[in-house]
């Protein structure tokens, strides 16, 4: 594998990359002014026709960066016609999930707004009769989960005989996800003449086992160091027990000068009992996993993505590939057990330049995940003790008098039902009104110093934001 880098230059504007007039058009009216380091360094390479392993961060803007040259390659066999025969599928674009599939696909045809190429997306979790009338008229850029695009196949919907370019997009999360047998299938009816574009927000050994499958000849291009976590994002962390996190995670998100916060969990349940538990709180919370149907995801996706909703609860997989930009904050509630998914986590937020917090809160038994994420990112995140104000009813068996006296109490309209799903009994208790705004602190543990409030350890969350 040969590591290149073409482009040098302190400042590459789109019209040095090559791309032709109908996409510069394009990308001058999504207001992009310069390319991003993985375009400056993705497209000339993709338009000279070579095979890519490109490892880059989500929020890079990777997906312009495979998108504007496949449209350029694609050009000088786009068709006015609408003879189906016209428009056979030449760029295979697959990815691991249905909401990164609509969101690259949005972006395809933003780029190719000026062009008579179409794309069109399909995946899962919809009927597939609805996706195959818009097949049958002919695309030229297909995006796809793998499943679908297989079961497509089955039905003769669609033929891949004519495929020029394949991207595989957030390739590490394809394996992750299991998608291997899947791919193998797909790529087997796929020309054996045709360009490859790969790109991974990390470089497992299996993906590089991929890579030497798949691709011809790749050339390696890095815009971070591997499974590098972007700069331009604050990571913190906080030692917390189990039992407190739920009502630190309220303080956080009260005291978060911010209306857009994805809340990470790690399976389902917790997400859609989080999410409940806030709503509780008075802060307006909406889960988003693989049980719920593509509409409310979709719904639930766009009343965040509208403010309506401040703490979207997320799991790894329905989170991926959610394309929120300005995202000022992530909070990992759970840590998750593969690292990996810690780095597509804070890619979340401090994207395309932009600066965001990613807040982790660490109980006892996740210490070991954390130390395999600093392992992976090759950073060490010091733990702050989590100064809990609202818990001391009821994690301590000897309250903390002046905590009692201070503790601040969320406003709640109603009582909350016993059958609540918190494991904090706290929770459980029916509201009773404090007037006191407290900015006292209770401390976790007796032998722990008093130490700042929260919002002042989050420090510069407030310039940040
Ligand atoms: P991606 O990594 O492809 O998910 O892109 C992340 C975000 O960056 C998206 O909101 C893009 O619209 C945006 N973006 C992509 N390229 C550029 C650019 N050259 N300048 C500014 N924003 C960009």
Request: aromatic share 4%; glycine share 4%.
């Given at each position: 594998m040969n590591t290149k880098t073409v482009i040098d230059s302190d400042a590459p504007s789109f019209e040095t990359l090559g791309l032709a007039a109908p996409l510069l058009k394009a990308i001058a009216e999504t207001g992009y002014t310069t390319p991003t380091p993985i375009q400056a360094k993705a497209i000339?390479?993709?338009?000279?026709?070579?095979?890519?392993?490109?490892?880059?961060?989500?929020?890079?803007?990777?997906?312009?960066?495979?998108?504007?040259?496949?449209?350029?390659?694609?050009?000088?066999?786009?068709?006015?016609?609408?003879?189906?025969?016209?428009?056979?599928?030449?760029?295979?674009?697959?990815?691991?999930?249905?909401?990164?599939?609509?969101?690259?696909?949005?972006?395809?045809?933003?780029?190719?707004?000026?062009?008579?190429?179409?794309?069109?997306?399909?995946?899962?979790?919809?009927?597939?009769?609805?996706?195959?009338?818009?097949?049958?008229?002919?695309?030229?850029?297909?995006?796809?989960?793998?499943?679908?695009?297989?079961?497509?196949?089955?039905?003769?919907?669609?033929?891949?005989?004519?495929?020029?370019?394949?991207?595989?997009?957030?390739?590490?999360?394809?394996?992750?996800?299991?998608?291997?047998?899947?791919?193998?299938?797909?790529?087997?009816?796929?020309?054996?003449?045709?360009?490859?574009?790969?790109?991974?927000?990390?470089?497992?050994?299996?993906?590089?086992?991929?890579?030497?499958?798949?691709?011809?000849?790749?050339?390696?291009?890095?815009?971070a160091r591997s499974n590098a976590t972007n700069d331009n994002v604050s990571q913190q962390a906080y030692a917390v027990a189990a039992s407190q996190k739920q009502a630190f995670l309220v303080q956080l998100l009260k005291e978060a000068d911010t209306n857009q916060v994805i809340v990470f969990t790690k399976t389902k349940l917790t997400a859609s009992k989080l999410a409940r538990a806030l709503q509780k709180e008075d802060i307006s919370a909406d889960a988003i996993h693989g049980d719920k149907s593509q509409k409310e995801r979709i719904e639930a996706l766009d009343a965040f993505k509208a403010g309506k909703v401040k703490a979207l609860v997320a799991t790894d997989v329905a989170a991926r590939g959610l394309d929120i930009s300005d995202l000022p904050m992530v909070i990992n509630y759970e840590i998750p057990s593969a690292p990996e998914d810690y780095v597509h986590r804070i890619g979340r937020t401090g994207r395309a330049g932009a600066s965001g917090i990613a807040i982790s809160l660490i109980c006892d038994d996740e210490e070991k995940y954390f130390a395999e994420i600093e392992k992976l990112i090759k950073k060490s995140i010091a733990r702050q003790t989590a100064q809990v104000k609202t818990q001391t009813r009821s994690s301590s068996s000897q309250p903390d008098k002046r905590a009692h006296a201070t503790t601040h109490v969320s406003a709640t309209s109603a009582p909350r039902k016993s059958k609540s799903s918190s494991t904090d009994a706290w929770f459980n208790k029916p509201y009773e009104p404090n007037t006191a705004v407290a900015k006292a602190v209770v401390r976790t543990s007796p032998s722990q110093s008093r130490k700042a409030p929260v919002a002042a350890l989050l420090g510069g969350l407030k310039q940040r934001s």
């Amino acid at each position: 594998m040969n590591t290149k880098t073409v482009i040098d230059s302190d400042a590459p504007s789109f019209e040095t990359l090559g791309l032709a007039a109908p996409l510069l058009k394009a990308i001058a009216e999504t207001g992009y002014t310069t390319p991003t380091p993985i375009q400056a360094k993705a497209i000339p390479l993709a338009l000279q026709g070579l095979d890519l392993m490109a490892g880059a961060q989500t929020g890079t803007g990777k997906t312009a960066a495979f998108s504007l040259p496949v449209l350029h390659k694609l050009l000088p066999f786009a068709s006015t016609s609408t003879s189906p025969a016209k428009h056979p599928i030449r760029a295979l674009v697959l990815t691991p999930t249905r909401e990164l599939a609509i969101q690259v696909e949005e972006s395809v045809k933003v780029y190719a707004k000026h062009t008579p190429l179409s794309s069109l997306v399909v995946y899962g979790g919809v009927d597939i009769k609805s996706q195959t009338p818009a097949l049958k008229k002919g695309v030229e850029v297909l995006v796809a989960t793998p499943g679908r695009l297989l079961d497509h196949i089955e039905q003769k919907t669609l033929s891949l005989s004519q495929v020029q370019i394949l991207v595989l997009d957030e390739a590490d999360r394809m394996l992750d996800m299991g998608f291997m047998p899947d791919l193998k299938r797909i790529l087997a009816l796929l020309p054996k003449q045709r360009q490859n574009l790969m790109f991974s927000a990390t470089f497992s050994n299996e993906i590089k086992k991929l890579a030497d499958e798949f691709l011809t000849n790749p050339t390696l291009i890095e815009v971070a160091r591997s499974n590098a976590t972007n700069d331009n994002v604050s990571q913190q962390a906080y030692a917390v027990a189990a039992s407190q996190k739920q009502a630190f995670l309220v303080q956080l998100l009260k005291e978060a000068d911010t209306n857009q916060v994805i809340v990470f969990t790690k399976t389902k349940l917790t997400a859609s009992k989080l999410a409940r538990a806030l709503q509780k709180e008075d802060i307006s919370a909406d889960a988003i996993h693989g049980d719920k149907s593509q509409k409310e995801r979709i719904e639930a996706l766009d009343a965040f993505k509208a403010g309506k909703v401040k703490a979207l609860v997320a799991t790894d997989v329905a989170a991926r590939g959610l394309d929120i930009s300005d995202l000022p904050m992530v909070i990992n509630y759970e840590i998750p057990s593969a690292p990996e998914d810690y780095v597509h986590r804070i890619g979340r937020t401090g994207r395309a330049g932009a600066s965001g917090i990613a807040i982790s809160l660490i109980c006892d038994d996740e210490e070991k995940y954390f130390a395999e994420i600093e392992k992976l990112i090759k950073k060490s995140i010091a733990r702050q003790t989590a100064q809990v104000k609202t818990q001391t009813r009821s994690s301590s068996s000897q309250p903390d008098k002046r905590a009692h006296a201070t503790t601040h109490v969320s406003a709640t309209s109603a009582p909350r039902k016993s059958k609540s799903s918190s494991t904090d009994a706290w929770f459980n208790k029916p509201y009773e009104p404090n007037t006191a705004v407290a900015k006292a602190v209770v401390r976790t543990s007796p032998s722990q110093s008093r130490k700042a409030p929260v919002a002042a350890l989050l420090g510069g969350l407030k310039q940040r934001s």
